[in-house]
């Protein structure tokens, strides 16, 4: 029998995500790992009045992909698929992997290519602004979060409020919270992180604020804008490993000067992090600072989709911007990174840093110290 959960999540995506409405064509993309979301989720599109088109790949072709295709195949990009991403009304991506470090042998080099040429996909996609990207929870995701199957079934289904008996009315009380500080920002001009081996400030004068409460995103839970691209200066240092392609980038720093990386380091796979941000000029700039909301995300658990929304931390991408918050950096790159600014437990082996905690400030005020809003 399905997870009642499941069904109330695929009602929460269609209707409340998506605002799927009638004679849409509605495309969902997942593993076949997911099969029992996108069945409901079919299910609601069509009770929408809508028209599904499901899309399920086999689990394991990616790493046959890199190691088969050649140059040409790496750079390939459908007619059908150029036809299909400018016709569809609204996208469905579901993260739903059995195999989280399944690309870890794959040459970054052959992953550049790949992405340079999904560019044209993705920017066709973000310029609709009609598109979802949530995950279904896999034995994969739970390694990686040191959790049981159950444990991170429970933990996705409350991320999302699937747990609730009205998971809309939940979203709204995010939405309500974020307009507030987005109402402090939106006249800001300068944004700056101090924190452990952290001083960093950048200019977002004029940028638009956006508020994630759920419709790109699910789960959510941030505030996010394009950082004026030649405005950051100073030094970070990320608390968290970020991956790509599966593998694990840890312990990265970073130095800007006129809102370009100088300077980039990681412990672990340095030569992926040097690789990525020369795959085109705008992948050394900032194309994204975000601000975490959710403190019901309480634990790093190795996946960006729910990390960058941990209450108490700031993300900021490398690549591109999002056009609807005036951001002008383009590139085929986006990646997110994370500074935890909370206060930590006394662990030494705890997230790096965390223990001292952090602050950021606007205009010179304090908008968040320790992981706290004083607003």
């Given at each position: ?121 993705s920017d066709i ?32 289904y409350s991320t ?123 992948a050394k700039r ?90």
């Amino acid at each position: 029998m399905t997870d009642p959960r499941v069904a109330k999540m695929a009602r929460l995506l269609v209707r409340y995500c998506g605002k799927i409405k009638k004679g849409e064509t509605v495309l969902v993309r997942a593993s076949t790992s997911a099969e029992p979301l996108v069945r409901e989720m079919g299910r609601e599109i069509l009770r929408a009045g809508a028209h599904p088109m499901l899309r399920l790949s086999p689990e394991g072709f990616g790493p046959i992909f890199y190691a088969e295709a050649s140059k040409e195949q790496l750079a390939h990009v459908s007619k059908i698929t150029l036809y299909e991403a400018r016709n569809i009304d609204h996208l469905f991506n579901i993260m739903s992997d059995t195999n989280t470090r399944a690309l870890t042998s794959v040459p970054p080099r052959k992953q550049a290519i790949t992405e340079r040429a999904r560019r044209k996909i993705s920017d066709i996609i973000m310029a609709k602004g009609r598109w979802t990207l949530t995950l279904f929870p896999t034995a994969a995701y739970a390694q990686d979060a040191e959790m049981s199957l159950a444990e991170f079934e429970d933990f996705v289904y409350s991320t999302v409020f699937a747990d609730k008996r009205d998971p809309v009315a939940e979203w709204k009380k995010v939405a309500r919270f974020q307009a507030r500080l987005i109402r402090r920002l939106r006249r800001a001009d300068e944004v700056r992180i101090v924190g452990p081996d952290t001083d960093l400030k950048m200019s977002v004068k004029g940028r638009i604020w956006k508020n994630s409460d759920g419709h790109f995103n699910m789960p959510s839970g941030e505030v996010f804008t394009g950082p004026i691209e030649t405005s950051a200066e100073g030094y970070i240092r990320y608390t968290y490993p970020v991956c790509y392609r599966g593998k694990e980038v840890d312990d990265v720093r970073l130095v800007f000067r006129k809102g370009k990386v100088v300077e980039a380091h990681a412990k672990k796979n340095n030569a992926l992090l040097q690789t990525m941000i020369k795959i085109d000029p705008g992948a050394k700039r900032l194309g994204e600072l975000g601000i975490g909301t959710n403190y019901g995300i309480k634990r790093f658990v190795k996946n960006i989709l729910f990390d960058e929304k941990i209450g108490g931390s700031v993300h900021l991408a490398l690549g591109m911007s999002y056009t609807e918050t005036g951001g002008k950096n383009r590139s085929a790159l986006h990646w997110d990174m994370i500074k935890d600014l909370r206060r930590g437990p006394s662990d030494p082996d705890g997230p790096r840093g965390s223990r001292r905690g952090g602050q950021i400030l606007v205009d010179g005020k304090v908008l968040q110290k320790n992981g706290e809003f004083l607003i």
